[in-house]
C-alpha cells in the first residue's frame, strides 16, 4: 500500500474497463476462473455421478415402518447421509456452472434436474419424521441411548423438538412434493434479474460508454460526479419500473409461500417458522429492530455530516456510497487484493492465511470477473467433498470489493475448517452464524488498514468507510428485515400485495431509516424489488447480527491473546455441532441481550463524532 496517497497501484484492467462490453464466458481466462474440475473432471463424470443418485432414491422405501428398530434407524440415518453428501456434490457443479452464466439453458436445465431428484427424494423420506415422533417417549429414549446411534443422537434430539410442527406421514409427503415449485419465485427473480433486464449503456466522466449492469452500477454510485450518479441512479431503476409488475407477483408469491409454510406447520407466523429452523428465540429479531431504532439519531447525524461536508444542498440516496473525501483515489487489482486482505488476517495465524492465499491466487477458489450472463453480487458456496468456492464480479476500482472479497473469504475458511473438524451432518453451520465469519474478516481488514494509515485525511477516509460498513450491514439490513415483518404480515391478515402497497411500505421505511432532512427519490421505493435475498424470506437480519458479533469477537481477537484466537477457532470448527447461540456464546458474545446490539451502536456514534472532528 502507498500511504503516501492512499493508492493500491495496479497495471491490469477490470474485465469491463476494455471497451465497456462484458465478455462472454468463453472469453475469460481460465486462471480468472473456479476450478470445478475438483468436483467433476468432464461433464459426462457428473452426468454418471448424477444418474447414479437419481436411481439410489427408490431405496428409502426398504426403511419405510421399521425405524423404531435401533439397527434400521442406524442404517436409515448413514444411507440419508450418504445420499446427501453425494447430492451435496451434484447440485454444487450444477449450482456453480449455472451461476457463471445464468443464461445458458444446458447448465439451468441441470440445477432443475437435480432439483427434481431432490424433491422426490424429500417425498420418498417424508415418512421418517411422522414415523419417529409416533415412538413413545420411553421407547424413544431406549431408542437414542443405543450406543451405535451415540454419532447421531443430536440430529435425533433436533428431530424431536419438530414434534409440534411435524404432520402425518401423507401431509409430509404432499409439502415435500412441493419444494420445486417453493422455489419459483427465486428462480423468477434470478432469471430475470441476471439474465433478462438490461439497463442499458452511459457515459463516464470521460465520455466513454460503459454498460450499465448490477456490477457497474455500484461503480458509478462511487463517482465523485454527482450528475453521473444521478443519471445512472435513475436509468438503472427505469429498468425495475418497466418490469415491476412482474416482480411484484413474484416478490407477492414469495411471501405467500412462506406464510402458508408456516400455517401448515402450525407456527403462528413465517417470521416464527423462520427462527425456529435455525433455534434463534424472537427477542434477538426484537432486540435488532429495536436497539437500531434507538440509534437512528446518530444516522441522521452522519447524514447532515456527509451533507455539510460534500457541500450538497440536499441529499440523496446516490450520494451514500461515494466517500466524502472522493479525491482520495483507491484501486486495487485482484492480486493485490489477496495481498491486503492476507495481511489483515494475520492475527488468526499462518494455517489460516497460507491456506486461504494459496487458494485465492493458485487452487482457483474464486470466479473472479463479471461476465456476459454471470449471477451478479457476490457468494461463497463451500461443500464437504469440494473447494470452499467464492463467486466475485471484482471491479478494481471500488475498495469495497476488497472488503468483499474478506468476507466471501470468511465464508470460504469457515466451510473449510467445520469440513475439516465435524462429520458431514455436523459441518453445515446455519446462516446465523455464517455472517459472523464473513464480517469478522472485514473488522480485521478494517482495522489493519486504520493502523496503516498515515495521515488524517487518510483516517478520516477509512473511517468514512467503516461507517458506511455499519451503516449498509447493521442499518440497512435491518430496514430490510423490518420490511419482511412488516409485508409477511399484511399479507397474513389477508392485505393484498401491490405495487403500490409494497412501494408505500418500504416508502414508509426509507423515511424512518434515512430521516426528515433526506431527499426520497421515488424511484428508490423501486429498490424492494430488486434486494435478491427477498425472495428466500428472513435471511437479511442475520447480515445485522452478524456483524454486531463479529465486532465484539475482532476486537477479542486483536486486543487478546491465545486463548481468544482458540475461542474463535472453536466456533469456525463448531460447524452445527451445538446451538448457534451456544456457538457465539463460546466465542465470547451473547446475541440474546440488548448489549449485543447497543455495543456496536456505540462504536457507530463514536464514529461519526471521530469523523466530524477529523473533517
Request: glycine share 6%.
Amino acid at each position: 500500500m502507498n500511504n503516501k496517497n492512499f493508492t493500491f497501484n495496479f497495471e491490469k484492467k477490470s474485465q469491463n474497463e476494455n471497451g465497456g462490453e462484458l465478455p462472454s464466458r468463453s472469453e475469460v481466462a481460465e486462471a480468472d476462473t473456479w476450478n470445478l474440475q475438483y468436483l467433476y473432471k468432464t461433464e459426462t463424470d457428473w452426468e454418471a455421478d448424477f444418474t447414479a443418485w437419481e436411481k439410489r432414491t427408490p431405496e428409502y422405501e426398504k426403511f419405510r415402518g421399521k425405524l423404531a428398530d435401533p439397527k434400521v434407524l442406524l442404517d436409515f440415518l448413514e444411507f440419508s447421509i450418504s445420499f446427501n453428501r453425494q447430492g451435496e456434490k451434484i447440485g454444487s457443479y450444477a449450482f456453480l456452472s449455472a451461476s457463471q452464466d445464468v443464461a445458458n439453458s444446458k447448465y439451468q436445465e441441470a440445477s432443475a434436474r437435480v432439483q427434481i431428484v431432490a424433491t422426490k427424494a424429500e417425498q420418498a423420506s417424508s415418512y421418517m419424521r411422522p414415523e419417529l415422533l409416533a415412538i413413545t417417549e420411553a421407547n424413544w429414549r431406549k431408542i437414542i441411548a443405543a450406543p451405535e446411534l451415540v454419532p447421531y443422537r443430536l440430529i435425533l434430539e433436533r428431530i424431536v423438538r419438530n414434534r409440534p410442527h411435524t404432520l402425518s406421514a401423507n401431509e409430509e409427503q404432499l409439502l415435500a412434493a412441493l419444494g420445486e415449485f417453493a422455489d419459483s419465485p427465486s428462480k423468477i427473480f434470478g432469471q430475470l434479474n441476471n439474465a433478462d433486464l438490461r439497463f442499458g449503456r452511459i457515459k463516464d466522466e470521460n465520455g466513454k460508454e460503459i454498460e450499465l449492469t448490477n456490477g457497474t452500477f455500484m461503480v458509478f454510485l462511487h463517482n465523485p460526479k454527482r450528475e453521473l450518479r444521478k443519471a445512472a441512479f435513475h436509468q438503472f431503476y427505469q429498468s425495475y419500473d418497466a418490469h415491476k409488475n412482474t416482480l411484484a407477483a413474484t416478490l407477492n408469491g414469495s411471501i405467500q409461500k412462506d406464510n402458508y409454510y408456516a400455517q401448515a406447520r402450525k407456527f403462528d407466523n413465517a417470521l416464527e417458522a423462520a427462527l425456529f429452523g435455525e433455534e434463534i428465540p424472537k427477542v434477538v429479531y426484537d432486540n435488532l429492530l429495536a436497539g437500531i431504532h434507538e440509534a437512528l439519531p446518530s444516522l441522521y447525524r452522519y447524514y447532515d455530516l456527509r451533507k455539510r461536508k460534500m457541500g450538497l444542498p440536499d441529499i440523496h440516496f446516490y450520494d451514500t456510497y461515494v466517500p466524502i473525501l472522493s479525491d482520495v483515489v483507491v484501486r486495487s487489482s485482484w492480486e493485490q487484493a489477496v495481498d491486503l486482505v492476507i495481511d489483515a488476517l494475520r492475527p488468526l495465524g499462518a494455517e489460516y492465511c497460507n491456506t486461504l492465499q494459496k487458494g485465492l491466487l493458485h487452487d482457483r477458489w474464486a470466479d473472479r470477473y463479471e461476465s456476459r450472463g454471470k449471477r451478479s453480487g457476490a457468494f461463497s458456496a463451500g461443500t464437504y467433498d469440494g473447494l470452499p468456492y467464492i463467486l466475485m464480479n471484482f471491479q478494481t476500482e471500488i475498495i469495497e470489493d476488497v472488503f468483499t472479497l474478506a468476507h466471501e473469504s470468511g465464508h470460504s475458511m469457515h466451510s473449510w475448517y467445520s469440513s475439516r473438524n465435524q462429520p458431514y451432518q455436523y459441518y453445515d453451520y446455519v446462516i446465523f452464524v455464517a455472517e459472523v465469519a464473513s464480517t469478522f474478516n472485514e473488522q480485521l481488514l478494517a482495522s489493519h488498514l486504520l493502523k496503516t494509515a498515515e495521515t488524517d485525511r487518510q483516517r478520516a477516509w477509512l473511517i468514512n468507510r467503516e461507517i458506511d460498513s455499519i451503516r449498509a450491514t447493521i442499518f440497512r439490513q435491518t430496514m430490510f428485515a423490518e420490511f419482511e415483518k412488516q409485508t409477511h404480515a399484511a399479507a397474513a391478515s389477508g392485505e393484498p400485495l401491490t405495487v403500490e402497497r409494497f412501494r408505500s411500505i418500504y416508502g414508509a421505511l426509507l423515511k424512518q431509516y434515512f430521516g426528515p432532512d433526506f431527499a426520497i427519490d421515488d424511484d428508490l421505493t423501486l429498490e424492494c424489488f430488486r434486494i435478491p435475498h427477498f425472495y428466500r424470506g428472513f435471511y437479511v437480519y442475520k447480515y445485522a447480527t452478524g456483524l454486531s458479533a463479529a465486532i465484539a469477537l475482532a476486537e477479542q481477537v486483536i486486543h487478546g491473546g491465545e486463548k481468544e484466537r482458540e475461542d474463535y477457532f472453536s466456533f469456525l470448527k463448531g460447524g452445527c455441532s451445538k446451538e448457534p447461540l451456544d456457538l457465539l456464546r463460546g466465542a465470547g458474545v451473547d446475541m440474546a441481550k440488548p448489549e449485543s446490539i447497543r455495543a456496536p451502536m456505540k462504536k457507530f456514534a463514536s464514529l461519526v463524532e471521530e469523523l466530524e472532528r477529523l473533517l
